[in-house]
């Protein structure tokens, strides 16, 4: 069984559509993130959500919701994509925010906007 | 805003060889963690390292933290083909927030 699971992994969408990354997790970790990964494979934080409540929240354009349902899954929105949207993002988990917690990461979801 | 700084930011050796990555910054973490992505995937925990000082083993991978608890650094000995991929250090300031290296990306070419 896959621990943190994200979908579309690959998705390739025209500038200015909404498109969606769902994630879930099946660790019972009460903390979820989403990170990004960009060409030069640095990875930084957009979001993080502890029990359904968001705790970080970093300079990422408003045109990125991020949406908790319920503490297994943090899905990630994204309105009038732009070409500098390309990247790849991961969903992540760990048990608690910080503290040398594992982090625990999908597969990543592979967005290429053209 | 912390930056954690790794170096080399490539690195591509025969095996056998040893290697040393740093992961350097200016602000202190309460704990560092080194991660190892493959291609394809995500970034996986190797360790985690909480005191100043501390040096951990992990078979034929060293880590050790430095005493201020700014920087840290991951030695391979004797690197094989499937020691390949990206390695990230990764901080704890606190905050409830990790940040995540540059990377250093190793190919080691049998």
């Known amino acids: 069984d896959t621990a943190v699971s994200q979908t579309p992994k690959y998705l390739v969408t025209q500038m200015g559509n909404d498109k969606s990354i769902k994630c879930e997790q099946n660790?019972?970790?009460?903390?979820m993130y989403w990170y990004k990964q960009d060409s030069k494979k640095f990875l930084k934080i957009m979001f993080s959500y502890n029990n359904k409540e968001l705790i970080i929240n970093e300079t990422v354009p408003n045109r990125f919701s991020p949406k908790s349902p319920d503490k297994a899954h943090l899905n990630l929105h994204i309105n009038s994509l732009e070409l500098g949207d390309s990247a790849v993002y991961f969903c992540a988990s760990s048990q608690d925010p910080g503290s040398g917690n594992t982090i625990y990461f999908g597969e990543g979801s592979w967005l290429t906007v053209v | 805003t912390q930056l954690l700084e790794q170096s080399p930011q490539f690195l591509s050796i025969q095996e056998g060889e040893n290697l040393t990555v740093y992961c350097n910054s200016s602000s202190v973490f309460s704990s560092l963690q080194w991660y190892r992505q493959e291609p394809g995937e995500g970034p996986v925990l190797l360790v985690t390292?909480?005191?100043?000082?501390e040096v951990k083993k992990l078979k034929r991978l060293t880590f050790q933290f430095g005493d201020a608890r700014k920087d840290s650094s991951l030695h391979i000995t004797a690197a094989q083909p499937g020691d390949t991929g990206l390695y990230l250090c990764?901080?704890?300031?606190?905050?409830?927030?990790?940040?995540f290296g540059t990377g250093t990306k190793l190919q080691v070419i049998p």
């Open positions: 660790l019972g970790h009460d903390t």
């Open positions: 990764a901080g704890d300031g606190g905050y409830q927030k990790v940040t």
């Open positions: 390292v909480v005191t100043g000082g």
